[in-house]
């Protein structure tokens, strides 16, 4: 077959526009290739051993200094943050988280006093009387059994002279109170209460004393023996007749400031007594 001279320019020039197509093709795809590269496997997956190096081999690759540096400058607080402060404890509840003043406990002196009279006893009855105050060398005049009351003459050493019969006996081996007492009641820091108990053996008088303020209210509740007698400072009573009245409890409001006392008297054998204050 024979061409003609313009077939074969047109065939020619429909080459070279092929060519050029195909050449932009090919350049377009290999600048996909650059920007795109194809994600590679993990060395796990393709049987890297480097992935499976312990952590602690010296062959293993190593964080670059830059990367250290980053991660300690990481690790270290900002100065422009504040430091946390504690957590803030709750407030206390007045009446929940303070605990109550109890009442003090008020006794009198059982020494570095006048003993007018004792009652024996002894654990291994009857009581010696003896003619001198010490064991050896010394008479048995008498013989005491328990629960007997003695009038005391004098005290000496740990001996106690009896006038009946008339001789000494030992001190440890007899019950004695003061015959007068006259002390002070203290509340405790806080409180406003306080427990009085003691016991006169014989005839006697034991007064406590308190300090209260004018218009506080006082209360005092009998708990053993004889209600006491509350008196101002002036010894004007605040109370009736504390042996006959039969008295268990009193409350009033104080009339002047000033010491307050509680007086109880015995004029035979004695008692035992108990009662409680409180002052507001």
């Not at 803030?88 to 109890?102: D, M, T, W």
Request: charged letters at 15%; glycine letters at 8%.
């Amino acid at each position: 077959m024979s061409f003609t001279n313009s077939q074969i320019i047109t065939v020619s020039l429909a080459g070279l526009a092929t060519a050029v197509g195909v050449a932009a093709a090919t350049i377009q795809s290999g600048a996909m290739k650059q920007s795109n590269p194809p994600l590679a496997e993990s060395p796990a997956a393709t049987g890297n051993p480097i992935s499976l190096a312990p952590t602690n081999n010296p062959e293993s690759v190593q964080p670059e200094p830059l990367q250290l540096e980053t991660q300690a400058a990481e690790s270290r607080p900002s100065r422009s943050q504040p430091a946390k402060s504690p957590a803030l404890q709750p407030p206390l509840i007045a009446g929940v988280s303070v605990p109550k003043v109890g009442p003090v406990v008020v006794t009198p002196p059982d020494s570095g006093c006048k003993i007018t009279q004792a009652v024996v006893s002894d654990p291994n009855p009857p009581l010696n009387v003896r003619s001198r105050p010490q064991v050896s060398g010394s008479k048995i005049v008498g013989k005491l059994p328990n629960n007997t009351f003695v009038s005391v003459a004098e005290e000496q050493n740990g001996w106690l002279r009896i006038t009946e019969p008339a001789g000494w006996i030992a001190k440890n081996r007899t019950e004695s109170s003061c015959s007068n007492v006259n002390q002070q009641i203290n509340f405790l820091a806080g409180g406003d209460e306080a427990i009085v108990k003691g016991r006169i053996i014989g005839g006697g008088s034991h007064s406590y004393i308190i300090r209260a303020a004018k218009g506080q209210i006082m209360t005092v509740k009998n708990r053993q023996g004889v209600f006491p007698l509350i008196l101002t400072s002036k010894g004007k009573a605040l109370t009736g007749d504390n042996y006959t009245g039969n008295e268990t409890e009193w409350t009033g409001k104080m009339p002047v400031t000033g010491n307050y006392t509680f007086q109880l008297d015995s004029n035979f054998r004695g008692f035992q007594y108990e009662f409680y204050v409180r002052v507001r």
